[in-house]
T-cell receptor, first 118, second 114 residues
């Protein structure tokens, strides 16, 4: 159990275009989802916290108008990278917290989406 | 959030126990200790977590010292597939703006060799 999927697994786009990444919890409901970014040879950095039915909370230094997050249901959150540029190329990973009992204490991660902006 | 200190890298022979230490001397009473691992080019995988008591599951055991200032993750019989970066993270239990946030450090690169 506790499976999180992401789509697509990788994407290549031209500079200036927008890219949408989906994060789904497959076998549980997630009131909270998190979006992380990881550059090569670096650790994961939290970008934003996404709560179902409300606006996302962004970490300091993350542009909310550039990284649009929508959490419309208990099983789906989307991250849209608007007007992507080469410096946005990275590994984007989502996680979800199970609203159930003990599992609510734990975040489960998706497999990640690798974005390359040319 | 409390910070953690882990060795940069460790080696382990296949079939032997891997003991990964973590120091979290500034941990607060409402913070859990979490362990995740990340195999190259994949999302992190949850291993185990605990608050005060030692914990065991099908993957590993977590030993937390009585003063909660350090912990050890034990992989009882390491395999080549356990080669990964292991992250020790402390995170608040409930309340406040930090609830549920996981702050990843650099972790420990565990290499299991034949």
């Amino acid at each position: 159990g506790a499976v999180v999927s992401q789509h697509p697994s990788w994407v290549i786009c031209k500079s200036g275009t927008s890219v949408k990444i989906e994060c789904r919890s497959l076998d549980f409901q997630a009131t909270t989802m998190f979006w992380y970014r990881q550059f090569p040879k670096q650790s994961l950095m939290l970008m934003a916290t996404s709560n179902e039915g409300s606006k996302a909370t962004y970490e300091q230094g993350v542009e909310k108008d550039k990284f649009l997050i929508n959490h419309a249901s208990l099983t789906l959150s989307t991250l849209t990278v608007t007007s992507a540029h080469p410096e946005d190329s990275s590994f984007y990973i989502c996680s979800a917290r199970d609203r159930g009992t003990r599992r609510q204490e734990t975040q489960y991660f998706g497999p990640g989406t690798r974005l390359l902006v040319l | 959030d409390a910070k953690t200190t882990q060795p940069t890298s460790m080696d382990c022979a296949e079939g032997r126990a891997a003991n990964l230490p973590c120091n979290h001397s500034t941990i607060s009473g409402n913070e859990y200790v979490y362990w995740y691992r990340q195999i190259h080019s994949q999302g992190p995988q949850y291993i185990i977590h605990g608050l005060k008591n030692n914990e065991t599951n099908e993957m590993a055991s977590l030993i937390i010292t009585e003063d909660r200032k350090s912990s050890t993750l034990i992989l009882p019989h390491a395999t080549l597939r356990d080669t990964a970066v292991y992250y020790c993270i402390v995170s608040p239990l409930l309340g406040g703006t930090s609830y549920g946030k996981l702050t990843f450090g650099q972790g420990t690169i565990l290499t299991v060799h034949p």
